[in-house]
């Protein structure tokens, strides 16, 4: 498995990434798109999910994407932009399901871990390069929004609630636009959201099996 993001990890060519890169990235203009992000179902391959800025048109290559890994059950490939079939352009990351409450990261070389507090619904990532960082549950939603705060409390984004129509998870950044944090906010946002869909089932199951229905 080492072996394989090594490989994938390395450059290539330049003169290929570069053309890659101007196909897929030409629509990225930081500086005038919304600072909220949808994370969402590619209309055009189920496998796949998409996170493009909220507001784009829907023909817009996407920032990032995320794929299972096709010989890993329970692994996720991050890419940015699309997946390149040619494979001169490698992934970024990967996400690795440890157990119901917590997971293993990887972006861009940066090994990071994400634990869910089953007594407050918060989720802690440590080994980032701003250090200790957590997405906090707010209570006033009954968990379903969270916010992103580093370890002096300054809040670094947040998920916003789901409207129909509008992707399945919204992230919106509230610092000046770092690539870094902006791709650790999306990774952990969404792990975070399956991890507490994971929580609520297991939930439901065993009341489910207590009550005989």
């Known amino acids: 498995m080492t072996s394989f993001f090594s490989r994938h990890f390395s450059k290539a060519s330049s003169d290929a990434n570069s053309a890659y890169l101007e196909t897929n990235t030409r629509a990225y203009d930081y500086t005038s798109t919304s600072p909220t992000l949808c994370i969402s179902t590619s209309t055009t391959n189920p496998g796949l999910l998409v996170v493009q800025y909220d507001g784009a048109p829907q023909n817009t290559p996407p920032l990032y994407s995320i794929a299972p890994h096709a010989m890993s059950p329970g692994m996720l490939i991050v890419y940015r932009g699309l997946p390149d079939p040619t494979g001169q352009m490698g992934p970024i990351g990967h996400i ?3 157990s119901e409450t917590s997971a293993e990261l990887n972006m861009r070389g940066c090994a990071m871990k994400l634990k869910m507090s089953q007594l407050s619904g918060d989720f802690s990532v440590t080994g980032t390069p701003m250090g200790k960082i957590k997405w906090k549950s707010s209570q006033l939603t ?26 399945d998870q919204k992230i919106e950044m509230l610092v000046p636009y770092d690539e870094m944090v ?32």
């Open 96 to 98: 690795t399901c440890s």
């Open 142 to 167: 009954g968990g379903s929004t969270l916010t992103l705060c580093d370890s002096n409390g300054k809040k670094l984004a947040k998920t916003k609630a789901k409207k129909a129509g509008f992707g």
């Open 182 to 213: 902006v791709e650790i906010a999306v990774v952990t946002a969404y792990q975070a959201k399956a991890m507490a869909e994971r929580a609520i089932n297991s939930v439901v199951e065993v009341m489910q099996a207590v009550s005989g229905s």
